[in-house]
T-cell receptor
Framework: DAKTTQPPSMDCAEGRAANLPCNHSTISGNEYVYWYRQIHSQGPQYIIH???NNETNEMASLIITEDRKSSTLILPHATLRDTAVYYCIVRNRDDKIIFGKGTRLHILP | DAGITQSPRHKVTETGTPVTLRCHQTENHRYMYWYRQDPGHGLRLIHY???????DKGEVSDGYSVSRSKTEDFLLTLESATSSQTSVYFC???????????FGSGTRLTVV
């Protein structure tokens, strides 16, 4: 039973920043926020994760609110290759990953 | 990449026949997982393993069994395939550093 709420779909213009929201109002203190994406017919791909602080890597940035009840994944300069389903997952590090329905992101040329 | 391969990549089989899917990893990770993905249902966990000979059920384990006789291989068996088991099957390993998962490329199974 997924602990997160994401919009079913979003559009973003190519070259713009894509901001994908996720609500996780019941997150507990030792649960992390993970983001994965799945490009059509491929296996899901890990993007980033965080506990409290904002995180950045070569793929994306993760902004977690101070109360930790929501977060935003930011793809700074979206390209057509970023078209995918994006999954926000909340879990303890030792827990299994249970996927929700995710957000289908369309990058528009 | 994490060195995870699934075989076969595609398979067509008849109802009632046994089918075994293989997941192989080269990095000695302890935790391995099998998921299935169907339109309208997303990814659902079938079984997972937390070590050699240590396995447990996931969300949709009925009709499936698994075995892990060595660290590198995690086998998923459909004892008697049914049409409802037509799906794309993904294997995953858990990375010890970030505790994230790395997924294989998937096996597309069609039961006719």
């Amino acid at each position: 039973d997924a602990k997160t709420t994401q919009p079913p779909s979003m559009d973003c213009a190519e070259g713009r920043a894509a901001n994908l929201p996720c609500n996780h109002s019941t997150i507990s203190g030792n649960e992390y926020v993970y983001w994965y994406r799945q490009i059509h017919s491929q296996g899901p791909q890990y993007i980033i994760h965080g506990l409290k602080n904002n995180e950045t890597n070569e793929m994306a940035s993760l902004i977690i609110t101070e109360d930790r009840k929501s977060s935003t994944l930011i793809l700074p300069h979206a390209t057509l290759r970023d078209t995918a389903v994006y999954y926000c997952i909340v879990r303890n590090r030792d827990d299994k990953i249970i996927f929700g329905k995710g957000t289908r992101l369309h990058i528009l040329p | 990449d994490a060195g995870i391969t699934q075989s076969p990549r595609h398979k067509v089989t008849e109802t009632g026949t046994p089918v075994t899917l293989r997941c192989h990893q080269t990095e000695n990770h302890r935790y391995m997982y099998w998921y299935r993905q169907d339109p309208g249902h997303g990814l659902r966990l079938i079984h997972y393993s937390y070590g050699v000979k240590d396995t447990d059920k996931g969300e949709v384990s009925d009709g499936y069994s698994v075995s892990r006789s060595k660290t590198e291989d995690f086998l998923l068996t459909l004892e008697s395939a049914t049409s409802s088991q037509t799906s794309v099957y993904f294997c995953a390993i858990r990375d010890t550093e970030a505790y994230g998962y790395t997924f294989g490329s998937g096996t597309r199974l069609t039961v006719v």
